[in-house]
């Protein structure tokens, strides 16, 4: 009887657990069948063109892939740290009343319209570091801090607190709390945190738009103008109206998905070699 | 001897005191842009916010006395459409990947998801598009629900995994210790003592879809009127702040910062009654 | 709790499948949203119809015009025949209101500029560099043009907007149709991209040197300076609702019967050289009867009662003698 319950319970939360890849793979079959006409006629050249030319409709996607990547790693150097720092704050250290409501107030801001964050940052950022891919990065950063510490505060918190009381009473300092008894439990969770925040970077679209400067070039300045794989989809999604241009936007899409996917493998590939297995996979 | 030792001390002592400097300072400066992106919605929104806001249609440009009734109680309904789809799934999902999950399966399923945070909303959007809209021939507010309920999902199904794996295993144990069997256990035991965490994770997500606009625009479309019917457009708070962002008119772009203050404080208002209410059921 | 969110999900089905009020749903371009929604206001309050109008952009407004999901489309670039032939049946351009492209700018102490067509062409093609160059100083003589670097600004999205600054780009430099072209979207040889006329605003605004082109109705609500613009007939003109206006009364001659007409570059000494118009897209046969005339009676109104808003939302009304031949064209509409 017990165990039939069990089962049933591991049938039904799978089932629910496997709607997900299928979603997705119904998403990118549909994506794949609109992308087609430009993939068969830009082939894998598409990958390696940097001109984008709707008028005389040849399409490559290189400065974007480029300015998509350096783009979110900006953002991620600058968020992780300061996330996670805020959340070993938050859960850790602080001991006011009133951080409860620091912490709330952090999970808010990802209510605010994108839309809201980009006028904010035109005449914010603009003017500090221009219309540049640093902008852009600093943006996403901002975007992506709340999910940063809002999860990886929980993790800490969810730490059973009879392994830092251990620590505490072998005489560690607080720092030695943290590195001996937080980290190794919580790093799955962080992990978690970091790509989750990850991906907004990666998809954001109007925000990163309205400062990034918009021009599909690679320069290796930071202060130079970029554009990134979703800003050109969202600007050019809604006007576009011959087949071949609608579909090799369809294409950018694809490619930012394959982006996710191996920067996420690698991600996991990176923890796996240096922590070890467990808890990763 | 003991010089060396008081010396190791006083190094340990340094280290801890450069560590809790560090995370004060992580914190103020994490704190800071958000308290500038807050002080500049609240400065250009609150002169715009009254009773009329909550209450009354959407306005043309110069006329006193619009607000965005329709377009709060809209964003409602597709947070709640959004929700049918995201939590069942999430939740439950992560479940399953926290217990059973460590198998090919489980990295199958935790891929797709991380995978699928990374897809920009838009494209999302696309989706519901080609699946919902084309099939249906007209906009409504349950394609916009399908679309939102997506970008939801890797949030929750991350967070409830995490959540659910920080629980000490001892506490599923002793469950099982007493008889109960494993499924009661997760759900009565795990699942309530994980809550705290997965319920940052659901706030996380709504708070995330409440202020998308890209997914919604060929979705669930948009309209000035009191909107219901699932079938049909649907306003929606974001769809109208962008509309009035974008226009030349500092009369609209007063209501675009009021509109932006207004969907901050629901999602705060949901989170607070939320919280109180599943404290309640949790030790009620 | 999830039973009851069910609960309300089938309560809520459950009253979808009640009688709804008429609504024609449209979807179309941003630039005439503001005008637009006066319009479904003012015509709600006079005839009891709802119109829900969607800026989407043009081009998908075009698009769901095609897929059948709205009732009429609006765009500030007509549809091609191609297009037109997806869409089936016949399909009427209806002009409703015109607008002008500015050049705005962002010198201090420079009030009044003025450029020609070859200078403007260079500008964004990135082939004049500095302000102090000297194709722009002898345009402007006495003007004290200093010699920062230009930064050009233009719109990263596709847009309507684009679509009439390069088509009179294109008409009046042969280097720029041949190396960039009209389009709603193009690969720009020079400059930054803004978002919106909103995002290109900001970008000017904040940066000194910036030049860009943005609806007139932005520069003025920014107050930014806006260039002269030495028209066809040789005079410089800054864009205005009254200067549109006349390159539409310019242009009224060579009006084509289906009102698709670029009115860049028109005749007439008043005459703005970068205007345009925006239309509505309706099937000249209306197979619902109740939405055809209420869609008819709307049109009706738009280009009678409705022009006179036009004005104080800063678009140019169309020229009396253009309303009365787009008012016949809507009278052949049938349902």
């Keep these: 009887m017990r165990k039939t319950g069990d089962a049933w319970f591991n049938l039904v939360t799978f089932l629910f657990a496997l709607s997900i890849p299928l979603l997705l793979l119904l998403l990118v079959a549909i994506l794949i069948g609109q992308a087609l006409p430009a993939i068969k006629i830009f082939g894998a050249g598409f990958i390696i063109s940097s001109s984008w030319d709707p008028v005389k409709e040849t399409f490559g996607a290189l400065p974007y892939i480029y300015g998509t990547l350096v783009s979110s790693l900006i953002a991620l150097a600058i968020a992780v740290p300061l996330g996670l720092g805020a959340a070993l704050y938050l859960a850790e250290v602080s001991r006011s009343r009133y951080k409860e409501y620091l912490a709330v107030m952090i999970e808010l801001l990802a209510a605010i319209p994108s839309i809201i964050y980009g006028l904010w940052g035109i005449f914010v950022l603009g003017p500090l570091f221009g219309l540049s891919m640093l902008s852009g990065g600093v943006i996403l950063a901002i975007m992506i801090l ?54 907004r970077a990666l998809g954001e679209t109007m925000a990163v738009t309205m400062v990034i400067g918009n021009r599909p070039e690679i320069s290796a300045s930071i202060f130079a103008p970029a554009y990134t794989l979703a800003s050109v989809i969202a600007n050019e999604f809604a006007e576009a109206s011959s087949d071949v241009y609608l579909s090799a936007l369809v294409e950018l899409g694809i490619i930012l998905l394959l982006i996710t996917m191996i920067v996420n493998g690698l991600a996991r590939l990176l923890i796996w070699k240096t922590v070890g297995k467990s808890n990763i996979f | 001897m003991e010089n060396g030792r008081q010396k190791q001390y006083f190094l340990r002592k340094i280290k801890n005191r450069i560590f809790l400097l560090a995370v004060f300072s992580c914190a103020l400066i994490a704190v800071l842009p958000l308290l500038f992106v807050l002080g500049h919605v609240l400065v250009k929104g609150l002169g715009a916010i009254n009773l009329d806001f909550f209450l009354h249609l959407p306005t043309p440009v110069g006329e006193a006395g619009g607000g965005m009734g329709n377009a709060i109680i809209g964003t409602l309904i597709l947070i709640m459409l959004a929700c049918s789809i995201g939590l069942p799934i999430g939740i439950l999902g992560g479940i399953w990947l926290a217990q059973f999950g460590e198998g090919k399966r489980g990295f199958l399923i935790r891929y797709s998801a991380d995978v699928l945070a990374g897809i920009p909303t838009i494209v999302i959007g696309m989706f519901a598009y080609a699946l919902i809209v084309i099939r249906m021939g007209r906009f409504s507010a ?63 997500a709504v708070a995330r879809i409440a202020g998308e606009t890209a997914p919604l625009i060929f979705t669930a479309f948009n309209t000035p009127y009191w909107s219901f019917q699932l079938d049909q457009p649907m306003a929606s708070m974001t769809v109208t702040i962008y509309n009035y962002a974008i226009s030349p008119f500092d009369d609209w772009h007063a209501k675009a910062w009021a509109g932006s203050l207004v969907l901050i404080f629901a999602v705060l208002g949901i989170t607070l009654l939320v919280r109180k209410f599943s404290k309640q059921v949790q030790y009620g | 709790m999830i039973k009851k969110i069910a609960a309300l999900i089938i309560g809520l089905g459950l009253i979808s499948t009640t009688a709804l009020a008429l609504t024609l749903n449209g979807a179309g371009a941003t630039f005439p949203f503001p005008i637009y929604s006066k319009w479904i206001s003012e015509y709600h309050k006079a005839a009891g119809t709802q119109v829900n109008y969607q800026s989407i952009g043009s081009g998908g407004g075009v698009r769901q015009f095609i897929a059948g999901t709205v009732d009429f489309g609006a765009s500030d670039a007509p549809m091609t025949e191609e297009e037109m032939k997806r869409a089936g049946g016949e399909v009427l351009h209806i002009p409703t209101v015109m607008g002008a ?104 605004r904040v940066n000194q040197g910036a030049i860009g082109y943005i609806e007139l109705s932005y520069a003025m609500t920014n107050k930014l300076p806006v260039v002269a613009l030495k028209n066809r007939a040789g005079k410089f003109v800054k864009p205005s609702i009254a200067s549109t206006s006349a390159a539409a009364a310019g242009a009224l001659k060579k009006m084509p019967k289906d009102f698709r007409a670029d009115i860049t570059n028109a005749g007439g000494s008043d005459s703005y050289p970068i205007s345009g118009f925006t239309w509505l897209l309706v099937h000249k046969e209306q197979k619902d009867a109740v939405k055809g005339k209420a869609l008819v009676d709307f049109l009706k109104w738009s280009l009678s009662d409705g022009q006179k808003y036009a004005e104080a939302l800063l678009y140019s009304p169309l020229p009396e003698n253009l309303q009365a031949k787009v008012m016949d064209t809507i009278k052949s509409i049938s349902y």
């Design chain 1, 146 to 199: 709340p999910t940063i510490s809002a999860i990886s505060r929980e993790v800490f918190r969810s730490v059973p607190n009879i392994l830092k009381e251990s620590a505490l009473a072998l005489g560690a300092t607080r720092w030695e709390t943290v590195k001996l008894a937080v980290f190794g439990p919580a790093r799955s969770g962080i992990l978690g945190a970091i790509i989750l925040g990850l991906g």
């Design chain 2, 142 to 204: 349950l394609a916009g629900g399908f679309a939102l309920g997506l970008i939801m999902i890797p949030t929750i199904v991350r967070t409830t995994e995490e959540m659910i794996k920080m629980v000490p295993r001892s506490l599923y144990e002793a469950g099982l210790a007493l008889g109960i069997p494993g499924w009661k256990v997760t759900l009565r035991v795990i699942f309530r003592t994980a809550w705290s965490g997965i319920f940052t994770g659901i706030m996380l």
């Design chain 3, 101 to 204: 492209v500015a050049i705005s700018y962002n010198l201090p102490g420079v009030v009044e500029l003025k450029l020609d067509a070859d200078t403007l062409a260079d500008i964004f093609l990135g082939k004049i560099k500095k302000w102090n160059d000297g194709a722009i100083a002898e345009l402007n003589p006495g003007v004290n043009l200093p010699g920062k670097n230009i930064l050009v600004a233009h719109r990263s999205d596709g847009s309507g907007t684009t679509h009439i600054f390069s088509s009179y780009m294109a008409k009046i430099s042969s280097a720029w149709a041949s190396q960039v072209g009209a389009g709603k979207a193009l690969s720009w040889p020079a400059g930054v991209g803004g978002k919106g006329n909103e995002g290109v605003t900001g970008v000017i």
